[in-house]
């Protein structure tokens, strides 16, 4: 671990779901010596114990509402149907001080859970979405540089304090993110494109060859290219099941795109209209090498 800076940014860091990315920005921000505490908090002892043991917190707690006393900074980082139930237990017992925000993969969902607590949104509520993940989960799967050279996106709101929307700037740039602000819905919209339709596309292609009669022999022929497009199947069911009901109309207009488009292609094979079939595939692969230098 870091040498402890003379002023730390955070007093006392509380991480609601010490999985795979609240693990990890609290490795990140040990090692950086910009924490001088880190408690944990969610329901599984084992998973929390593993992040005494692995340095990943100093101490943790089952109960929301201890967990969170004089905590400076409070990082919900839970599935997303989990953030409700949460934020309900801790409000009457943040500091004064603290400033609360979450990892949550849809915002609007977000937003409307806290406003639904608070009737209102508190300044000190900063909403947060770090673009990087992995497919595994827990806080054994969490590691210190998982944000580096990623994007996080805050999607602050009128009533969210300067003061409050600049600590968690500095918190997520501290672990090697550039921040990026934008809207709620903005922030939905991009990400049922860029994230939420990929998953759904690749549970299914799973699912359905999974199903298959002759499974066993498909999935033994799967080359390079299965594996790549499948790799995202492996996510964990639960978080991705809460995306999915939380962003449910951005969600849907872009599977109906999508589906109209897998439309046309599978019109274009039936009337062998080689023209269409291949500017299809030109169009996509220009998009995809202009996209990554890979
Ligand atoms: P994770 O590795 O499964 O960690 C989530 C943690 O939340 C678990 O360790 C779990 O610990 C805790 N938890 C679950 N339900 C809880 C509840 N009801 N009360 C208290 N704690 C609970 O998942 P993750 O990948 O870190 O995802 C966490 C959040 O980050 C999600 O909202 C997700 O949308 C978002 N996110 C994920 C990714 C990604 O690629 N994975 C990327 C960006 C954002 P216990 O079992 O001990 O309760």
């Not at 006393?69 to 953030?83: Q, R, S």
């Not at 994007?151 to 700037?169: F, G």
Request: some cysteine; glycine content about 6%; hydrophobic content about 45%.
């Amino acid at each position: 671990m870091a040498e402890m800076t003379a002023q730390p940014l955070i007093r006392r860091l509380c991480v609601i779901g010490v999985g795979l990315i609240g693990g990890s920005l609290a490795r990140a921000l040990r090692e950086k010596g910009e924490v001088a505490e880190v408690v944990g908090c969610g329901r599984n002892q084992d998973n929390l114990r593993a992040a005494v043991e692995l340095g990943v917190v100093d101490r943790y707690d089952t109960d929301p509402a201890r967990a969170v006393a004089d905590a400076d900074m409070v990082v919900v980082a839970v599935p997303l149907g989990a953030i409700e139930p949460v934020v309900r237990a801790i409000v009457s017992h943040l500091a004064a001080e603290a400033v609360i925000t979450d990892v949550g993969s849809a915002k609007g969902s977000v937003v409307a859970d806290i406003e639904r607590i608070y009737g209102r949104i508190p300044a000190n509520f900063v909403p947060g979405h770090p673009i990087a993940g992995t497919e595994k989960s827990g806080v054994e799967a969490s590691f210190a540089t998982l944000f580096q050279k990623r994007r996080v996106i805050l999607t602050p709101l009128a009533e969210t304090a300067a003061s409050a929307h600049q600590r968690v700037k500095r918190m997520w740039e501290l672990t090697g993110a550039e921040v990026i602000d934008m809207g709620v819905r903005h922030h939905d919209a991009v990400l049922a494109a860029t994230s939420h339709l990929p998953h759904m596309l690749a549970y299914t292609l799973v699912d359905t060859l999974a199903r298959l009669d002759d499974r066993a022999e498909i999935f033994r022929y799967a080359a390079g290219g299965f594996r790549d497009f499948s790799r995202i199947a492996s996510s964990d069911p639960k978080m991705w099941h809460d995306i999915c009901v939380a962003n449910r109309e951005q969600l849907l207009e872009m599977i109906a795109l999508f589906g109209a488009d897998l439309e046309r292609l599978a019109a274009a094979i039936r009337n062998d209209d080689r023209a269409a079939i291949l500017n299809t595939f030109e169009r996509a692969k220009r998009a995809r090498d202009n996209l990554y230098l890979d």
